[in-house]
Every structure is written in C-alpha cells, then in structure tokens.
C-alpha cells in the first residue's frame, strides 16, 4: 500500500507559479511512477505529467509543456510539479498517483494509489 498526499495548491493570479508536492509512504517510493492528473469542475480528469520510478524519463501533455516541470525526490519520497507561467484554465483540482515499476503513464486506469488533491486556483 503506498499513501499519497498532495500539498502547495492555492490561489495566484495569472502569470504567476506554484509549487505542488507529492509525498508519499508505505512501501518503497522508488519503485513508483508518479503521474500528476487535475479535474476541472464538470470536467473528466485529465493527464497533466509523469515522471518514471527511475526519474529518468518524464513526460507532458502538451498544454503545459514548456510550463510545468515535474521531478522526484527518492530520499524524502516526494514529487514536485513545478507550475510557471499559468493560466486561468489551469485552474483545477490536482492528484498525484503511483503505479510500480511504471515508465510513462499517462491514463488514469493504470495508476495503483491516488491522493486526495489540491485545489489550484488561477484568477485573471
């Protein structure tokens, strides 16, 4: 069983940028891909970034491409997505999730553990 927390959402205008965590407990983190999703209200969740269980390959979709970074921290079972230049149709709940062993995963069907979510708000 593998625990995910989602933290570093909030309110910023547009422009501006936000760093979201994902730590993470249970059993060994580095063994997980991690993938970031967000769900806009009435709205389907969709793929945002993934990040491979070795951190050497990620990958975007390609409305935040050149905006969003995603990294991982093994020794404190984090990932980051760092968020720049955002726009008010960022606006979104985000969640993080594991899957083992993945490489680039990028539906939410083959995820195994999911967070909670943090809400992220971009005014215009």
């Known amino acids: 069983q593998v625990q995910l927390v989602e933290s570093g959402g909030g309110l910023v205008q547009a422009g501006g940028s936000l760093r979201l965590s994902c730590a993470a407990s249970g059993r060994t983190f580095s063994n997980y891909a991690v993938g970031w999703f967000r769900q806009a209200p009435g709205k389907g969740r969709n793929f945002v970034a993934t990040?491979?269980?070795?951190?050497?390959?990620?990958y975007y979709a390609d409305s935040v491409k050149g905006r969003f970074s995603i990294s991982r921290d093994n020794a404190k079972n984090t990932v980051y997505l760092q968020m720049n230049s955002l726009k008010p149709e960022d606006t979104a709940v985000y969640y993080c999730?594991?899957?083992?062993?993945?490489?680039?995963?990028?539906?939410?069907?083959?995820?195994?553990?999911w967070g909670q979510g943090t809400q992220v708000t971009v005014s215009s």
């Open positions: 990040i491979s269980y070795s951190g050497a390959r990620t």
């Open positions: 999730a594991a899957k083992f062993y993945g490489v680039v995963v990028t539906t939410t069907s083959e995820y195994d553990y």
